[in-house]
């Protein structure tokens, strides 16, 4: 069946570092890849999306390519703030018909001043 | 732009009872999921409606069943409830063969029992 896999957290770095959440992905066939961001206490809300090879899926400076090579799709963020503090998801989902979102466990990233 | 909207936002049963989730999936999307994620997890899917028939079934309690209505809005029914259960119930709506097939999410239902 499908699945996701990401790095395990919690992550916690300072303002202004680089972020590298990792995600991989098991999957019969090309599916469409997401990200989605979780804020304490709140719901979940899309960040970014790939739906082909080599797209780049971007947003609020987070960025994913979606690399079938390596079946991965990485979330990156040049500089990171405090309010980027959450859990990230990695997701992906088949186009066409009523598709079920298949989840990674989550990745919470802490931000310290 | 509308979001998909849920009812209610918090809700607090005893062990035993029966609880009612409603979702209202964005307008003209035919499709509505829902999915439950429990504290510190990843959410997982539970059971979806295509035109208001079930058409997709994944790891829902025989004590919990749904329906989508002619308005195509759902609702998820839980019976017994179960300490276990207490987790937040997202909905999700989406239209089937649109160009955008992308599921979007609703605020969720944090669900305590106790």
Avoid at chain 1, 2 to 12: A, F, I, K, L, R
């Amino acid at each position: 069946g499908n699945s996701v896999t990401q790095m395990e957290g919690p992550v916690t770095l300072s303002e202004e570092a680089f972020l590298t959440i990792n995600c991989t992905y098991t999957a019969t066939g090309y599916p469409s890849l997401f990200w989605y961001v979780q804020y304490p206490g709140e719901g979940l809300q899309l960040l970014l999306k790939a739906t082909k090879a080599d797209d780049k899926g971007s947003n609020k400076g987070f960025e994913a390519t979606y690399r079938k090579e390596t079946t991965s799709f990485h979330l990156e963020k040049g500089s990171v703030q405090v309010s980027d503090s959450a859990v990230y998801f990695c997701a992906l989902i088949f186009s066409g018909g009523y598709q079920k979102v298949t989840f990674g466990t989550g990745t919470k990233l802490q931000v310290i001043p | 732009a509308a979001g998909v909207i849920q009812s209610p936002r918090h809700l607090i049963k005893e062990k035993r009872e029966t609880a009612t989730l409603k979702c209202y999936p964005i307008p003209r999307h035919d499709t509505v999921y829902w999915y439950q994620q429990g504290p510190g997890q990843d959410p997982q899917f539970l059971i979806s409606f295509y035109e208001k028939m079930q058409s997709d079934k994944g790891s829902i309690p025989d004590r919990f069943s749904a329906q989508q209505f002619s308005d195509y809005h759902s609702e998820l029914n839980m019976s017994s409830l179960e300490l276990g259960d207490s987790a937040l119930y997202f909905c999700a709506s989406s239209l089937v063969g649109g160009d955008d097939y992308e599921q979007y999410f609703g605020p969720g239902t944090r669900l305590t029992v106790t």
